[in-house]
């Protein structure tokens, strides 16, 4: 089981730049498949990014590619999305996600553990 902790959210204008960071428990962090997905208000949670465990493989809903990073160290067992270019659009609760499944879904049922979720608002 792992257990995760979001953090870096927050209020930034348009074209700035945030860095979220997930923090996990539990000594197995390296065996998940990590993503974020985000939720807007009056909105269904969408997917934003993943990154399977030995960060070969990366895969970016289309709104957010070219402008969006994941990645993932595992000696820290943390999992950071860095943000650029940013939106209002953007807005949004962020979570980080971990699934057992060996490879990327964009699904949320494909999702076991979730965090708290962090706030980010980008202001036009």
């Known amino acids: 089981q792992v257990q995760l902790v979001e953090s870096g959210g927050g209020l930034v204008q348009t074209g700035g730049s945030l860095r979220l960071s997930c923090a996990a428990s539990?000594?197995?962090?390296?065996?998940?498949?990590m993503g974020w997905f985000r939720q807007a208000p009056g909105k269904e949670r969408e997917f934003v990014a993943g990154?399977?465990?030995?960060?070969?493989?990366?895969y970016y809903t289309d709104s957010v590619k070219g402008r969006f990073t994941i990645s993932r160290d595992n000696a820290k067992n943390t999992v950071y999305l860095q943000m650029n270019s940013l939106k209002p659009e953007d807005t949004a609760v962020y979570y980080c996600?971990?699934?057992?499944?060996?490879?990327?879904?964009?699904?949320?049922?494909?999702?076991?553990?979730w965090g708290q979720g962090t706030q980010v608002t980008v202001s036009s």
């Open positions: 539990g000594r197995t962090f390296s065996r998940y498949t």
């Open positions: 996600a971990a699934s057992e499944v060996p490879s990327i879904w964009t699904s949320k049922n494909k999702y076991d553990y």
């Open positions: 990154i399977v465990w030995s960060s070969t493989s990366t």
